[in-house]
């Protein structure tokens, strides 16, 4: 009998198949996307150091109360573009974006389009 993986196993497989090519380092931290059924979390991350430099995420209260009543790409447009701001404030320009083994679709194409409206390059 052949036991079948969950979507979130599968998903977890394709995020580590990317991870072997996908590296942050301090010029050129990763900007590393999760998302949940309801909320969308990001975070620059230098992997070098294995610190996280910046985070972005729907449950902050600060971001909240700017993506209440707005449809859930909307408000992943809103997590890129604050998370672009708090990167630029620091000094980061440039990231590579890890997907998280989620597609490049939806609500985490449009956190990408708001970090680049923000001013990040990837």
Known sequence: MVLQES?????RV???RLRRRVVGTADRP???VFRSLKHIYAQVIDDQQGRTLVAASTREPEIASQVQGLRRVEQSR???RVLAQRA???GIVR???DRGGYAYHGRVRALA???REGGLEF
């Not at 979507?7 to 998903?11: A, C, P, S």
Request: net charge positive; no cysteine; aromatic share 4%.
């Open 88 to 90: 630029r404030e620091k």
């Open 14 to 16: 394709r995020h580590l």
């Open 7 to 11: 979507r979130d196993e599968r998903r």
């Open 30 to 32: 990763r900007l590393s």
């Open 78 to 80: 809103v997590v890129g």
């Open 113 to 115: 389009e708001g970090a």
């Open 95 to 97: 990231v590579v974006f």
